[in-house]
């Protein structure tokens, strides 16, 4: 009998240990913390690091196999028994078929009533914000939203630059909001915020503010303001007024002669990333930038060369940004995050579309777009094509074939391997910047796994990790990137899906960061707790592309003329005379800036273009139901 309890004890011990590893590896149900959010573990999921510790990281067509393992794979297959034919195999995205017509019946069409009432939503929630900055703040920088008060840089604390990089003690809401008001048809308003920066601001104050944000959201909305108070083709009606002389113009040239200490005394010729208004660069300044911040000037910089006559503001802008090119790697031809200004070194080898990187891309396009400068596109289709071949993983297409969705990862500059598993809330940009290339394509997958976080968390976390299908940093500022996207694919696509995603926007915020004076910062986007701060880019940029995707009459729309967006959200026209300039070049092409010749060895086959959207799909889902349930699923949400 000793022997039969022996036996029994060992089978018992053995199925015990079969539940735990059923449990514990993902075999069985998920664990939940209190996030709604799938953490079921996998052995799996350490298959990509342990890959690329060894140099073989894939590039194939399944990423998601890092979320779930193979498990896909395995549900479909089987030990077939001797004489037996093995069974077919079963499609990956079977998995996901579902029911289809949910995602057909809930997006495929928009009412126009909706359509009207989402437009005064949008309207409605700006001016609940901005008279209140004008009640509770003004002539302070920001408002305190929960505490209706101002803000402005903290004095008693300068090495706090997450508020006085952006903050300079100069009106920077107002200013910053100033071509909304136009874009809302608020000409009156437009008119008096105007007067109000002519007779109070002045860049004459002993404030240490980034390059970066002072160039994006002061001097680029005072340069669109200019412009459009003076352009006689601008779409807006009579705008401007009697006695204005160009002073918005005038204060731009002031701010832009404060920032050029940034530019001297640098080996590379790359900007610091501070400066004093009043003093130039501080003696304690660091030697390190991100590639964005000293590469994000031309548009602005390029534009008021050629309104004020005046090459050096455009020549020192684009010095950076070739000086920051000749820096990409040989072999992969991208860039780093962070490099040092004096030595030229890469402080930080990580490559992505994220933070420090995002804008710099966005600018070589659309500084081509605005000037015309070959060499601006080369760089740019360069940079592109780099993107393609490092970052990019998943199926060829986004909507055929089997396999993950795109996804754009952070990778070594050198190598081309995965540094880490999260993508963070600014590479929302890139499916907007890829419908001006024409990528409508690879936009619509990137965009919809975009959709999908938001629609889980009611907001976009700064980190987002894709391996945990969880949140890294777990606060958003009411950034305006996922909206700049949506709004862009519409007006590409002009699919009522996006209309359906900008409703969903402007419900959650309504919802979830709407407080006493305004919209505050979601601290945490899961338990939904709020910081007292509301960034000027909430009332420049969220409000203004959630307003213009519902108006479908706005003279944006409607005008003759072409216009493009900074990456602050300021409107600026393509117009001939921004590719005309009075000097005769900006200097030499220095070493690595791209030449005709050497973007041939750059040149890879082009992914997507326009063309590659059939017909019928324009007018369908811009994704398969399939896919779209497929991005749900691996986002966590069913």
């Known amino acids: 009998m000793q022997w039969r309890s022996l036996v029994v004890g060992l089978v018992v011990l053995r199925l015990s240990l079969s539940c735990v590893l059923w449990l514990t590896f993902g075999l069985g149900p998920g664990v939940s913390f209190g996030f709604n959010f799938h953490l079921g573990f996998n052995l ?168 970066f944000e002072a160039n994006i959201r002061i001097l680029g909305s005072l340069i669109s303001a200019h412009i459009l108070l003076t352009d006689p083709k601008h779409p807006f009606g009579e705008v401007g007024f009697e006695d204005y002389d160009n002073e918005l113009l005038h204060l731009a040239h002031d701010l832009a002669v404060r920032l050029l200490p940034a530019f001297e005394n640098t080996n590379t010729g790359i900007p610091y990333p501070r400066v004093n208004l009043k003093t130039g660069v501080p003696p304690d300044s660091i030697n390190e930038t991100c590639t964005a911040g000293a590469g994000s000037l031309l548009v602005e910089f390029g534009i008021l060369s050629r309104l004020v006559g005046d090459s050096t503001f455009e020549w020192v802008a684009r010095r950076a940004v070739r000086a920051l090119w000749k820096l990409r790697s040989n072999e992969t031809g991208l860039l780093g995050n962070v490099v040092n200004i004096q030595t030229g ?147 590409a696509t002009k699919n009522p899906f996006y209309l359906h995603v900008g409703m969903d926007i402007l419900q959650s915020l309504e919802t979830n960061a709407k407080v006493r004076c305004g919209y505050a910062t979601l601290h945490h986007v899961v338990d939904k707790s709020k910081e007292d701060r509301m960034e000027s880019f909430f009332l420049s940029e969220t409000c203004k592309y959630l307003y213009l995707l519902f108006d479908e009459d706005n003279p944006l729309h409607r005008s003759d003329n072409k216009y493009i967006f900074t990456t602050e959200g300021h409107v600026v026209p393509i117009d001939k005379r921004f590719r005309e300039r009075q000097w005769s070049d900006l200097g030499p092409c220095e070493d690595g800036a791209l030449s005709q010749t050497q973007s041939n060895h750059w040149h890879h086959r082009n992914t997507s273009n326009c063309n590659r959207i059939p017909e019928e799909q324009r007018y369908a889902l811009p994704l398969k139901s399939v896919y779209m349930r497929q991005i749900d699923h691996m986002v966590g949400l069913f």
Not at 382 to 389: L, P
């Open 345 to 491: 070194q890469w402080v930080s080898k990580q490559s992505g579309l994220g933070a420090g990187m995002d804008s710099f891309y966005e600018y070589l396009l659309k500084s081509y777009i605005l000037f015309g400068e070959k060499e601006d596109y080369r760089m740019f289709q360069s940079a592109y094509e780099s993107i393609q071949i490092h970052m990019r993983r998943g199926r060829e297409s986004c909507n055929e074939g089997e396999g993950d969705p795109p996804l754009y990862v952070n990778v070594n500059m050198f190598s081309g391997e995965i540094m880490n598993t999260w993508i963070d809330s600014l590479q929302a940009f890139f499916p907007g910047l890829q419908v001006l290339n024409g990528d409508v394509d690879n936009a619509i997958c990137l965009h919809a796994f975009y959709y999908a976080i938001w629609k889980r968390f009611g907001a976009l976390p700064e980190r987002y990790n894709w391996q945990l299908q969880a949140p890294d940093v777990l606060f958003y500022p009411l950034r305006p990137e996922m909206v700049e996207s949506t709004y862009l694919l519409y007006q």
């Open 44 to 211: 799996h999921k350490l298959d990509l690091l342990f890959r690329e510790d060894k140099g073989t990281e894939s590039k194939g067509k399944t990423w998601s196999q890092q979320i779930q393992g193979k498990r896909y794979e395995q549900t479909a297959s089987t030990c077939p028994q001797v004489g037996q034919q093995p069974p077919p195999q079963r499609s990956y995205l079977g998995l996901f078929q579902g029911n289809q017509d949910e995602y057909a019946r809930r997006y495929s069409s928009f009412p126009d009533s909706l359509k009207t009432k989402m437009r005064g939503m949008a309207r409605d929630m700006f001016y609940f914000g901005y008279d209140n900055y004008m009640k509770y703040a003004f002539p302070k920088d920001e408002l305190n939203p929960i505490d209706c008060e101002g803000r402005g840089p903290d004095v008693l604390n300068p090495s706090n630059i997450n508020i006085n990089d952006v903050l300079g003690n100069y009106s920077l809401t107002l200013i910053d909001t100033l071509d909304t008001l136009l874009v809302l048809g608020n000409v009156s308003e437009f008119q008096r915020a105007v007067r109000l920066v002519i007779d109070t601001v002045s860049f004459d104050k002993d404030s240490t503010v980034q390059v």
